[in-house]
Protein backbone atom coordinates (compact mmCIF):
# COMPACT_ATOMS: atom_id res chain seq x y z
CA UNK A 1 0.00 0.00 0.00
CA UNK A 2 1.00 3.49 -1.00
CA UNK A 3 0.80 6.43 2.13
CA UNK A 4 -0.18 10.20 1.10
CA UNK A 5 3.17 10.92 0.71
CA UNK A 6 3.81 8.97 -1.78
CA UNK A 7 0.68 9.73 -4.34
CA UNK A 8 2.36 13.00 -6.71
CA UNK A 9 5.80 12.24 -5.36
CA UNK A 10 6.94 12.61 -9.44
CA UNK A 11 4.60 15.36 -10.23
CA UNK A 12 5.82 18.62 -10.36
CA UNK A 13 4.92 20.47 -7.25
CA UNK A 14 2.77 23.19 -9.54
CA UNK A 15 0.87 19.92 -11.35
CA UNK A 16 -0.17 18.30 -8.04
CA UNK A 17 -3.33 19.44 -7.43
CA UNK A 18 -4.60 18.57 -10.69
CA UNK A 19 -3.05 14.90 -10.83
CA UNK A 20 -5.02 14.31 -7.24
CA UNK A 21 -8.08 15.37 -9.25
CA UNK A 22 -7.44 13.20 -11.96
CA UNK A 23 -6.51 9.88 -9.95
CA UNK A 24 -9.87 10.92 -8.22
CA UNK A 25 -11.88 10.98 -11.12
CA UNK A 26 -10.26 7.84 -12.91
CA UNK A 27 -11.21 5.69 -9.78
CA UNK A 28 -15.20 7.09 -10.04
CA UNK A 29 -14.94 7.42 -14.08
CA UNK A 30 -17.64 4.66 -15.80
CA UNK A 31 -16.59 4.33 -19.42
CA UNK A 32 -13.57 3.97 -21.36
CA UNK A 33 -10.93 5.97 -19.76
CA UNK A 34 -8.96 6.79 -22.92
CA UNK A 35 -11.98 9.60 -23.57
CA UNK A 36 -11.01 11.40 -20.77
CA UNK A 37 -8.83 14.51 -20.46
CA UNK A 38 -5.71 14.47 -18.70
CA UNK A 39 -3.85 16.65 -16.83
CA UNK A 40 -1.10 18.63 -19.24
CA UNK A 41 2.02 17.27 -17.81
CA UNK A 42 0.94 13.84 -18.79
CA UNK A 43 0.53 14.44 -22.23
CA UNK A 44 2.55 13.40 -25.31
CA UNK A 45 3.14 15.06 -28.28
CA UNK A 46 2.87 12.25 -30.35
CA UNK A 47 0.09 11.66 -32.37
CA UNK A 48 -1.30 7.68 -31.23
CA UNK A 49 -0.91 7.15 -35.38
CA UNK A 50 2.65 7.25 -35.34
CA UNK A 51 2.72 3.97 -32.87
CA UNK A 52 2.30 1.95 -36.13
CA UNK A 53 6.46 2.55 -36.65
CA UNK A 54 7.07 0.60 -33.63
CA UNK A 55 6.77 -2.21 -34.91
CA UNK A 56 9.91 -2.23 -37.85
CA UNK A 57 12.44 0.01 -35.98
CA UNK A 58 14.89 -2.98 -36.15
CA UNK A 59 14.33 -3.71 -40.03
CA UNK A 60 17.23 -6.19 -40.32
CA UNK A 61 15.16 -8.44 -37.78
CA UNK A 62 11.71 -7.83 -39.23
CA UNK A 63 12.80 -9.21 -42.91
CA UNK A 64 14.80 -11.74 -41.37
CA UNK A 65 12.28 -14.36 -41.86
CA UNK A 66 11.68 -14.10 -45.47
CA UNK A 67 15.22 -15.48 -46.40
CA UNK A 68 14.95 -18.63 -44.03
CA UNK A 69 14.27 -21.58 -46.25
CA UNK A 70 13.21 -24.09 -42.76
CA UNK A 71 9.80 -23.59 -41.76
CA UNK A 72 10.80 -24.10 -38.01
CA UNK A 73 13.02 -21.82 -37.72
CA UNK A 74 11.35 -19.23 -39.59
CA UNK A 75 8.18 -19.27 -37.13
CA UNK A 76 11.16 -18.52 -34.39
CA UNK A 77 12.62 -15.65 -36.29
CA UNK A 78 9.40 -14.32 -36.53
CA UNK A 79 8.77 -14.72 -32.95
CA UNK A 80 12.00 -12.80 -32.20
CA UNK A 81 10.98 -10.16 -34.34
CA UNK A 82 7.72 -9.73 -32.27
CA UNK A 83 9.52 -9.71 -28.74
CA UNK A 84 11.75 -7.18 -29.98
CA UNK A 85 9.86 -4.82 -30.84
CA UNK A 86 7.73 -5.02 -27.58
CA UNK A 87 11.01 -2.17 -25.98
CA UNK A 88 9.85 0.28 -28.24
CA UNK A 89 6.12 -0.23 -28.64
CA UNK A 90 5.52 -0.04 -24.78
CA UNK A 91 8.69 1.36 -22.58
CA UNK A 92 10.61 3.48 -25.21
CA UNK A 93 9.05 6.45 -24.13
CA UNK A 94 8.94 6.14 -20.41
CA UNK A 95 12.28 5.66 -20.82
CA UNK A 96 12.61 9.02 -22.73
CA UNK A 97 10.50 11.08 -20.99
CA UNK A 98 10.93 9.43 -17.52
CA UNK A 99 7.06 8.29 -17.34
CA UNK A 100 3.98 7.26 -19.86
CA UNK A 101 2.37 9.92 -21.64
CA UNK A 102 -1.01 10.01 -22.86
CA UNK A 103 -0.57 9.86 -26.94
CA UNK A 104 -2.78 12.57 -29.05
CA UNK A 105 -5.65 11.40 -30.43
CA UNK A 106 -5.93 11.22 -33.98
CA UNK A 107 -7.98 13.00 -36.03
CA UNK A 108 -10.45 10.28 -38.60
CA UNK A 109 -7.76 9.90 -41.73
CA UNK A 110 -4.94 10.85 -39.92
CA UNK A 111 -1.95 9.38 -42.06
CA UNK A 112 1.26 9.18 -40.70
CA UNK A 113 4.25 7.65 -43.76
CA UNK A 114 7.90 7.45 -43.71
CA UNK A 115 10.45 4.78 -44.35
CA UNK A 116 13.58 2.86 -42.97
CA UNK A 117 16.98 3.01 -45.31
CA UNK A 118 19.36 0.64 -44.12
CA UNK A 119 21.38 -3.00 -45.00
CA UNK A 120 17.63 -4.18 -45.27
CA UNK A 121 17.17 -2.19 -47.56
CA UNK A 122 13.74 -0.14 -47.72
CA UNK A 123 11.05 0.03 -45.94
CA UNK A 124 8.16 1.35 -45.92
CA UNK A 125 4.70 2.74 -44.01
CA UNK A 126 1.26 3.82 -43.99
CA UNK A 127 -0.67 4.22 -41.48
CA UNK A 128 -4.21 5.83 -41.00
CA UNK A 129 -6.56 6.77 -38.24
CA UNK A 130 -9.85 4.71 -40.19
CA UNK A 131 -12.41 4.91 -36.70
CA UNK A 132 -12.41 8.31 -34.20
CA UNK A 133 -15.24 6.94 -32.23
CA UNK A 134 -13.76 4.17 -31.13
CA UNK A 135 -10.66 5.69 -32.35
CA UNK A 136 -9.02 2.75 -34.61
CA UNK A 137 -5.76 3.01 -36.44
CA UNK A 138 -4.92 0.58 -39.21
CA UNK A 139 -1.36 -0.05 -41.07
CA UNK A 140 0.90 -1.78 -43.61
CA UNK A 141 4.62 -2.18 -43.24
CA UNK A 142 6.67 -3.84 -46.28
CA UNK A 143 9.50 -4.29 -47.51
CA UNK A 144 9.55 -4.95 -51.45
CA UNK A 145 12.53 -6.66 -51.95
CA UNK A 146 12.37 -9.30 -49.32
CA UNK A 147 9.01 -10.26 -50.09
CA UNK A 148 7.61 -9.32 -46.36
CA UNK A 149 4.75 -7.07 -45.36
CA UNK A 150 2.92 -6.24 -41.96
CA UNK A 151 -0.50 -5.28 -41.55
CA UNK A 152 -2.98 -4.87 -38.90
CA UNK A 153 -5.31 -2.64 -37.38
CA UNK A 154 -5.60 -2.06 -32.98
CA UNK A 155 -7.50 -0.15 -31.18
CA UNK A 156 -7.74 0.07 -26.55
CA UNK A 157 -10.07 -0.03 -24.26
CA UNK A 158 -9.37 1.15 -20.27
CA UNK A 159 -10.80 0.58 -17.84
CA UNK A 160 -10.00 1.58 -13.79
CA UNK A 161 -9.49 -1.19 -11.18
CA UNK A 162 -6.62 -0.77 -8.72
CA UNK A 163 -4.76 0.38 -11.47
CA UNK A 164 -5.70 1.42 -15.06
CA UNK A 165 -6.11 -1.85 -17.57
CA UNK A 166 -5.73 -1.66 -21.09
CA UNK A 167 -7.28 -4.55 -23.07
CA UNK A 168 -5.87 -4.39 -26.93
CA UNK A 169 -8.52 -4.66 -29.76
CA UNK A 170 -7.08 -5.88 -33.04
CA UNK A 171 -4.31 -8.20 -34.88
CA UNK A 172 -1.20 -8.12 -37.06
CA UNK A 173 -1.12 -10.48 -39.95
CA UNK A 174 2.75 -11.02 -41.63
CA UNK A 175 3.06 -12.42 -44.85
CA UNK A 176 5.84 -13.74 -46.58
CA UNK A 177 5.73 -14.08 -50.12
CA UNK A 178 8.45 -16.57 -51.47
CA UNK A 179 6.61 -19.15 -49.23
CA UNK A 180 3.32 -17.31 -49.14
CA UNK A 181 2.86 -18.16 -45.73
CA UNK A 182 0.90 -15.85 -42.98
CA UNK A 183 1.50 -15.13 -39.38
CA UNK A 184 -1.71 -14.70 -37.21
CA UNK A 185 -0.20 -12.45 -34.50
CA UNK A 186 -2.56 -11.18 -31.30
CA UNK A 187 -1.91 -7.75 -28.81
CA UNK A 188 -1.07 -8.96 -25.42
CA UNK A 189 -3.67 -6.51 -23.04
CA UNK A 190 -1.36 -4.27 -20.34
CA UNK A 191 -1.79 -2.38 -17.23
CA UNK A 192 -0.27 1.05 -15.72
CA UNK A 193 2.35 0.73 -12.87
CA UNK A 194 3.38 4.06 -11.45
CA UNK A 195 0.02 6.15 -11.47
CA UNK A 196 0.23 6.86 -7.66
CA UNK A 197 4.09 8.40 -7.53
CA UNK A 198 2.86 10.15 -11.18
CA UNK A 199 5.56 8.12 -12.95
CA UNK A 200 3.09 6.11 -14.76
CA UNK A 201 4.96 3.10 -17.08
CA UNK A 202 3.74 0.43 -18.95
CA UNK A 203 3.26 -4.13 -17.96
CA UNK A 204 2.38 -6.30 -20.08
CA UNK A 205 0.26 -9.07 -18.99
CA UNK A 206 -1.91 -12.58 -19.93
CA UNK A 207 -0.48 -13.86 -23.22
CA UNK A 208 -0.65 -13.43 -27.14
CA UNK A 209 -0.12 -15.98 -29.69
CA UNK A 210 1.67 -16.00 -32.82
CA UNK A 211 0.18 -18.95 -35.66
CA UNK A 212 1.38 -19.37 -38.80
CA UNK A 213 -0.15 -20.75 -41.73
CA UNK A 214 2.97 -23.50 -41.83
CA UNK A 215 2.20 -25.36 -38.89
CA UNK A 216 3.50 -23.70 -36.13
CA UNK A 217 2.46 -21.77 -32.65
CA UNK A 218 3.90 -19.09 -30.22
CA UNK A 219 2.51 -18.49 -27.11
CA UNK A 220 3.85 -15.91 -25.16
CA UNK A 221 3.37 -14.84 -21.18
CA UNK A 222 4.22 -11.65 -19.59
CA UNK A 223 4.32 -10.89 -16.02
CA UNK A 224 5.78 -8.11 -13.74
CA UNK A 225 7.53 -7.93 -10.73
CA UNK A 226 5.02 -8.90 -7.62
CA UNK A 227 4.57 -6.95 -4.06
CA UNK A 228 7.66 -9.67 -3.11
CA UNK A 229 9.67 -10.80 -6.14
CA UNK A 230 9.96 -11.38 -9.74
CA UNK A 231 11.84 -9.00 -12.43
CA UNK A 232 9.65 -6.26 -14.10
CA UNK A 233 8.83 -6.76 -18.03
CA UNK A 234 9.44 -10.67 -17.70
CA UNK A 235 8.42 -13.20 -20.45
CA UNK A 236 8.47 -16.80 -21.31
CA UNK A 237 7.29 -18.36 -24.93
CA UNK A 238 7.09 -21.31 -26.63
CA UNK A 239 6.48 -22.39 -29.71
CA UNK A 240 5.07 -25.59 -30.66
CA UNK A 241 3.48 -27.13 -33.41
CA UNK A 242 -0.21 -26.07 -33.77
CA UNK A 243 -1.76 -29.76 -33.30
CA UNK A 244 0.50 -30.33 -30.80
CA UNK A 245 0.98 -28.92 -26.87
CA UNK A 246 3.18 -26.32 -24.94
CA UNK A 247 4.76 -29.44 -23.88
CA UNK A 248 5.72 -30.22 -27.13
CA UNK A 249 8.17 -27.04 -27.60
CA UNK A 250 10.79 -26.83 -30.13
CA UNK A 251 12.04 -23.42 -28.69
CA UNK A 252 11.42 -21.77 -25.64
CA UNK A 253 12.27 -18.09 -24.89
CA UNK A 254 12.72 -16.42 -21.47
CA UNK A 255 13.61 -12.87 -20.73
CA UNK A 256 12.38 -9.11 -20.01
CA UNK A 257 11.21 -7.64 -23.40
CA UNK A 258 12.78 -4.37 -21.87
CA UNK A 259 16.45 -6.43 -22.02
CA UNK A 260 18.08 -9.24 -22.69
CA UNK A 261 16.15 -12.45 -23.78
CA UNK A 262 17.49 -16.04 -24.94
CA UNK A 263 16.03 -18.50 -27.46
CA UNK A 264 16.69 -22.15 -26.58
CA UNK A 265 16.60 -26.07 -27.75
CA UNK A 266 14.48 -27.57 -24.79
CA UNK A 267 15.74 -30.73 -26.01
CA UNK A 268 19.38 -29.78 -25.60
CA UNK A 269 18.94 -26.87 -23.34
CA UNK A 270 21.37 -24.98 -25.77
CA UNK A 271 21.20 -21.26 -26.13
CA UNK A 272 20.43 -21.12 -30.51
CA UNK A 273 20.32 -16.83 -30.51
CA UNK A 274 20.13 -14.38 -28.24
CA UNK A 275 18.88 -10.59 -28.46
CA UNK A 276 19.49 -7.41 -26.16
CA UNK A 277 17.31 -4.27 -27.14
CA UNK A 278 19.24 -2.70 -25.02
CA UNK A 279 22.71 -2.99 -27.93
CA UNK A 280 20.77 -3.10 -30.72
CA UNK A 281 20.99 0.11 -32.65
CA UNK A 282 17.41 1.62 -33.62
CA UNK A 283 16.95 2.84 -37.72
CA UNK A 284 15.68 6.06 -37.45
CA UNK A 285 12.50 6.64 -39.84
Given at each position: MSNSKDEGAAVPPQARGSWSGFLKSIASFNGDLSSMTAPPFILSTTSLVEFSSYWAEHPSVFIAPASEPDPAKRAVLVLKWFLS???????????????????????????FMGRWEDEAGTTQLVSEQVSHHPPVTAYCIWNQKAGIRLSGYNAQKASFSRTINVKQIGHAILHIDAYNEDYLITLPSLHIEGLIMGAPYVELNR???????????????????????????????????????????????????????????????????????????????
Amino acid sequence: MSNSKDEGAAVPPQARGSWSGFLKSIASFNGDLSSMTAPPFILSTTSLVEFSSYWAEHPSVFIAPASEPDPAKRAVLVLKWFLSTLKQQYASRSEKLGSEKKPLNPFLGELFMGRWEDEAGTTQLVSEQVSHHPPVTAYCIWNQKAGIRLSGYNAQKASFSRTINVKQIGHAILHIDAYNEDYLITLPSLHIEGLIMGAPYVELNRCSYITSSSGYTAKIDYSGKGWVSGKKNTFSAVLYPSDGKEKDAIYTVDGQWTDAFSIKDPKTKKIVDEYDPKITKVTPL
